[in-house]
Each structure stands twice: as structure tokens, then as C-alpha cells.
């Protein structure tokens, strides 16, 4: 996984995005995370980033990841990891090649990072 700065640093540059930086949880995705608990959130993610995020081209890409209803869908929107040309353009992922395991952990800790942030604010 990337290291804390580089974390920080990614996020600085989302928090540029007026788009990227209106998504927050909801009360009822909060009280799913709450509820679910962060380890089986991720669970879902790292399920949603093999199936919609992993294939060299998956299907619908750039429409594969709702706007809303779960809390990993709108980290997803937040940190710019919803499709292969956002990961390309915000995180330098290429399109076209499969996701490899440190490129999928990545994600899943870019993720992860967002909604602890997320847990923080609403704590």
C-alpha cells in the first residue's frame, strides 16, 4: 500500500476537485458502516474493485459504480477510484490492463482512507 504522505498528498489534490469533494456519506450509508462495521465494508470493496474495477475493460466502464446507497460507492466517487479512466487520470492505473494485487490493495486502501475520514467526522 502507499505510504501515509502519499495519502495525504492524493487528497490534497482530491479536495482541489469541487466535484470529488461533495460526496459524503449519508445517514443511512453512515449507519450501514456503523452497523456492518468497517472490516465487512471493505470486504464489499474488495469484492466491487475485482468485479467492476480489475478486468483490463470492464463492462460499463465510466457507469460501472452507482452514486450512492453504499458506503464504499461513494468513497468510490470521492477519491476518483469509480472507473479505469478516473483510476488513469487520478492515480496513473493505465486502462486496458488488468488491475494487479498491489494496484487492488492500493485502491482498497484509498478507500479505506476516505471512509475512516469519513467515520471521524461523524464520530
Known amino acids: 500500500m502507499t505510504d501515509r504522505a502519499d495519502l495525504e498528498a492524493l487528497f490534497l489534490r ?16 453512515r449507519e ?3 452497523r456492518k462495521g468497517l472490516a465487512v465494508v471493505l470486504e464489499h470493496g474488495a469484492a466491487f474493485i475485482e468485479e467492476r474495477l480489475a478486468p483490463a475493460r470492464p463492462a460499463n466502464d465510466g457507469r460501472q459504480t452507482p452514486y450512492r446507497n453504499h458506503p464504499v460507492f461513494v468513497a468510490q466517487h470521492a477519491t476518483a477510484t469509480c472507473c479505469r479512466g478516473c483510476l488513469e487520470k487520478w492515480h496513473r492505473i493505465a486502462k486496458g490492463e488488468t488491475l494487479t494485487d498491489e494496484q487492488r490493495v492500493y485502491v482498497l486502501g484509498v ?13
Do not use: D, M, N, T
Open 32 to 34: 450501514y458502516l456503523r
Open 111 to 123: 478507500l479505506e482512507h476516505w471512509l475512516r475520514r469519513e467515520e471521524a467526522i461523524h464520530a
Open 14 to 29: 482530491l479536495g482541489r476537485s469541487e466535484f470529488r469533494r461533495r460526496f459524503r456519506l449519508r445517514a443511512r450509508e
